[in-house]
């Protein structure tokens, strides 16, 4: 499956960005998607995750819980993170990622069992 992240940008701290991660390729509907970031000299981290159509659980780091909304258009193949009250800390460049369903439960925040992954987009956040 390819991935396409989209919607990164500057704003201010308070404000509201949405994220778009666009799927091509193989059935959209059986891969869990998650959404990382990465800050300038520091490691790659969970911020949510989303599973496959049908039961569509969120999962979502604690430093975005209430802030982050994920979500997922199976029609339009995308898989939305809606990003409000912004902080100077979200400043990242954000990763789409795709996986299938074995372990997902309890292994959605590790990268390292995402197979699929897009080219990130940069948020930046100034105070």
């Known amino acids: 499956v390819q991935l396409q992240a989209s919607g990164g940008g500057l704003v201010q701290a308070g404000g509201s960005l949405r994220l778009s991660c666009a799927a091509s390729?193989?059935?959209?509907?059986?891969?869990?998607i998650g959404w990382f970031r990465q800050a300038p000299g520091k490691e790659r981290e969970f911020v949510a995750a989303i599973s496959w159509s049908g039961t569509s659980t969120t999962y979502y780091a604690d430093s975005v819980k209430g802030r982050f909304t994920i979500s997922r258009d199976n029609a339009k193949n995308t898989v939305y993170l809606q990003m409000n009250i912004l902080k100077p800390e979200d400043t990242a460049v954000y990763h789409c990622?795709?996986?299938?369903?074995?372990?997902?439960?309890?292994?959605?925040?590790?990268?390292?069992?995402?197979?699929?992954w897009g080219q990130g987009t940069l948020v930046t956040v100034s105070s």
């Open positions: 990622a795709a996986r299938d369903r074995a372990g997902f439960s309890w292994t959605y925040q590790y990268k390292e069992t995402y197979a699929y």
């Open positions: 390729g193989r059935t959209f509907t059986n891969y869990a």
